[in-house]
């Protein structure tokens, strides 16, 4: 007999899942692929390249991460592979994602992790032990033919494996199709031993096919950073948060650079120059998304809280207020590095939020120490902090140096591994999905922009 609460967790695993079958992309070339006598006669109906190549990036609907989904390379979506004998998988999980239980009637079916951490279960047959395996990259397994198998991404990053079935027709039969191919309910509940299986069910029941769908509830609040969860009388809907574009931008000259004083860096928390001011006006003129922008961010040091003022100017004049974030100040404890106390920055900055900025923050000591393990902490604590923000576009006007940890661009000793940001340069980036430190990518048109490349 199944418990109230086991039925329940039954439904939730097989009810809001994406899911589609497989279905012949071009029946009239499969046909006279199928009727031609040789090798030869089938490779002159595949006489292009292109004809030999599957991208399974291109796949649309079922090459997604939210919640994931099967992209199968075999007869009826490629081809070129009639008559080999043979499905490629490659099987993506988002966070919490599962595939449900489900059987490959034609197939054994051989399983390898490329990345993520995966539990998968196997039950074979009546009698049989249940087989659990934890598959990190490297590691596989097998789930021989007609086998009952099911995976589950119990991570906050996505995971990626790829599968290989011996049939170019494995097919797939999920258990949740007892609930929609016409068994009759009251039957049903019998073997159930249950009440599961009812009208409402079934209308509630999404088409079963190669989708994921959503896992356990404990999984989803541990993720709940990433991941939106919201309970319907229906299961529990969910979606993946979506996380900001982070424009990060070097403060303008200040009165510390080498190019106006020599003993520059012996200046306490400087001022920008006039040139610095002009340099931040010209960043205003030439942004192009300050409509876009929904949160402006900034070191506690008076440069970069100047910078921002002026650089974003239109941002602030429709009312977006900065804020102030010891997290993003500069990498170092030289005089010029080192912050003003925060009474002194709120008489000068009246309309900056300094609710984050507290008595003694620019002390280096702690949280914003400047050995190099202490900075790639604070680098990931700031990226995690805008990360998780409901904003969508944000700026973080920060220091030269500092960028370098929050683009991941020093090695172990904390020495920078690329060039020096200029004064006031500006580069656009997305987050990685999944990971726990919250890194960044730098995207092209931003990297195109400044003549870059990847």
């Avoid at 002194?344 to 900055?349: D, G, I, P, R, T």
Wanted: hydrophobic share 40%; with cysteine.
């Amino acid at each position: 007999m199944l418990s109230t609460l086991t039925a329940g967790l039954l439904l939730g695993v097989l009810m809001h899942h994406a899911a589609a079958v497989d279905k012949t992309r071009d029946p009239g070339l499969m046909a006279k692929l199928v009727t031609s006598n040789t090798q030869l006669d089938r490779e002159s109906l595949l006489s292009t390249d292109k004809d030999w190549l599957f991208d399974f990036t291109a796949q649309d609907y079922f090459y997604n991460f939210a919640p994931g989904g099967v992209t199968n390379m075999n007869a009826a979506t490629f081809p070129a592979a009639k008559g080999n004998g043979m499905t490629l998988a490659m099987l993506n999980l988002g966070p919490c994602a599962m595939l449900p239980p489900h059987y490959h009637p034609r197939a054994a079916n051989y399983v390898v992790a490329v990345s993520g951490n995966t539990t998968t279960y196997m039950y074979e047959e009546n009698g049989a032990c249940l087989v659990t395996e934890i598959l990190t990259p490297g590691k596989g397994t097998i789930f021989p033919q007609g086998s009952m198998h099911m995976m589950v991404n119990n991570g906050c990053e996505n995971a990626q494996l790829i599968s290989a079935l011996n049939s170019e027709d494995a097919g797939t039969n999920n258990i949740g199709n007892v609930f929609t191919n016409g068994f009759p309910f009251d039957l049903v509940n019998a073997a159930f031993g249950h009440n599961l299986a009812d009208a409402e069910t079934a209308a509630n029941m999404d088409p079963i096919g190669t989708g994921a769908n959503w896992g356990l509830p404990a999984c989803l609040k541990r993720c709940s950073s990433i991941i939106n969860a919201v309970e319907t009388t229906q299961g529990i809907i969910c979606e993946l948060k979506m996380a900001p574009i982070l424009h990060l931008m070097r403060h303008a000259q200040g009165f510390h650079s080498s190019a106006v004083s020599r003993e520059g860096h012996n200046m306490r928390d400087p001022k920008l120059t006039p040139e610095g001011e002009e340099q931040a006006r010209t960043v205003c003129r030439e942004f192009p998304r300050h409509d876009k922008i929904e949160l402006l961010l900034a070191s506690p040091l008076r440069r970069a809280l100047q910078t921002c003022q002026i650089a974003f100017a239109p941002c602030v004049e429709r009312n977006l207020k900065i804020v102030a974030l010891p997290y993003a100040e500069e990498a170092s404890d030289d005089p010029c590095d080192t912050g003003s106390e925060v009474d002194v920055l709120k008489a000068e900055f009246p309309d900056v939020d300094f609710d984050h900025v507290k008595h003694g923050w620019y002390l280096h000591e702690g949280d914003t120490a400047v050995d190099p393990t202490s900075l790639n902490a604070r680098a990931a604590k700031l990226r995690r902090f805008i990360r998780d923000r409901p904003e969508k576009e944000v700026v973080l006007v920060g220091h030269g140096f500092f960028n370098h940890y929050l683009t991941g661009d020093v090695d172990n000793n904390g020495k920078q591994t690329t060039p020096w940001w200029e004064e006031t340069e500006l580069r656009t980036f997305t987050f990685v999905d999944g990971d726990e430190n919250a890194a960044i990518k730098e995207t092209e048109d931003s990297l195109t922009t400044r003549g870059a490349s990847e």
